[in-house]
């Protein structure tokens, strides 16, 4: 079973390059505001995804889901100092670090996001997605086909030894956003920094977390949202707009050709172009810049990235 829900105010609906609908009502008082989003029934072994971005504002915020067996929530974003990992009361949710995994049928949710700024939210992408943990691949040939021209690449291979091996998020989302913003390659360098210093978790003490990359983009005038796909049709219309998406993926050794990576539980790299034989991404394992433009096999891209999670930034076109 497969769902996403997008809800936003009309200026992420008219940029955003997926369907968004306006049908959201913000309850609370001045500080704290509530919106939640009516899911359909989930099996087990489901991810859900949650993602909320805004930009215009400061802002943090959270997310809950609401269950028959009970609820289950997510840590804040951007994290508070010292807090905790959220108890668990739901039996029927396993919660990750930026998700959660369904252990057992529900035959009803609710989200719940709770954010935290002065005025009702606006200029706001709430997007939740829910599909298999794994599904297998039904590869098609691309309705859209060409490369996005002119991204600069970035290796995380550059950055100081201790961090190098851990900041493939903020990377990737640097090439992404350099493009969507049109930064200049002199600019590249000091906007990966300040991605880096974003994208850090000081909870988890890590960088890969998918909501403070989203956080991290919004710092940067950009929207973004986290979405689970199963095929490569949403990914098509961002790149035909002129997007990259930022992709999640995993493989064993030897199902990547020519990655730099021989094998990953969890890489993001950043995909610019679809033709009928190959997938164009711009990978951040690189150890060099002039190596980091990559040209994979498109069926094996695709089970790297859409048969486990699927997980993908996507961006709006513009923002003002």
């Known amino acids: ?55 215009d504002a400061d802002y943090s915020f959270s997310f809950e ?15 508070l100092k010292d807090e905790k990992r959220p108890e668990n009361f739901s039996e029927q ?18 989200l719940v996001a709770e954010v935290f700024t002065e005025k009702e939210p606006r200029n ?18 691309p309705n859209w086909k060409g490369a996005l021209p002119n991204v600069i690449p970035i290796s995380q291979m550059l950055a100081e030894e201790k ?43 890590a960088y890969g977390s998918w909501p403070k990359a989203m956080y991290a983009a919004s710092k940067f005038g950009v929207l973004g949202g986290i979405e689970a796909h199963t095929d490569l049709e949403s990914a098509e219309k ?7 998406v930022v992709c999640s993926i995993d493989f064993e050794k030897g199902k990547l ?6 094998s990953t539980k969890g890489h993001l790299v950043t995909l610019i172009g679809i033709e009928e ?22 069926k094996e891209f695709e089970n790297a990235w859409l048969q486990n999670r699927g997980a993908g930034y996507y961006f709006c076109s513009t923002s003002e």
């Open 1 to 55: 079973m497969e769902q996403i829900i997008r809800v936003s105010d009309d200026f992420a609906a008219n940029y955003y390059p997926l369907k968004v609908s306006s049908n959201i009502d913000w309850i609370g008082l001045k500080g704290c505001w509530k919106a939640e989003l009516s899911l359909a029934e989930i099996p087990a072994t489901h991810i859900i995804v949650p993602s909320f971005s805004m930009i």
């Open 124 to 141: 706001f992408l709430l997007v939740c997605s829910v599909r298999p943990v794994s599904k297998h691949v039904e590869s098609r040939l």
């Open 238 to 244: 961002c790149l035909e707009l002129g997007q990259p």
């Open 163 to 205: 961090i190098r091996h851990r900041i493939c998020s903020p990377s990737a989302l640097t090439m992404a956003l350099c493009k969507i913003k049109g930064f200049a390659d002199i600019e590249a360098n000091e906007v990966w920094k300040r991605m880096i210093n974003l994208c850090y978790d000081q909870n988890i003490k």
């Open 277 to 298: 034989e190959q997938i164009f991404v711009m990978d951040p394992a690189a150890p060099e810049k002039r190596l980091i433009a990559k040209a994979y096999d498109r």
């Open 93 to 110: 949710l396993t919660p990750r670090i930026d998700c959660w995994h369904t252990s057992k049928y529900i035959r009803e949710a609710k």
């Open 65 to 79: 889901i609401q269950t028959p067996s009970g609820k289950c929530r997510l840590s804040n974003i951007p994290e």
């Open 257 to 262: 050709k020519g990655a730099p990576l021989e």
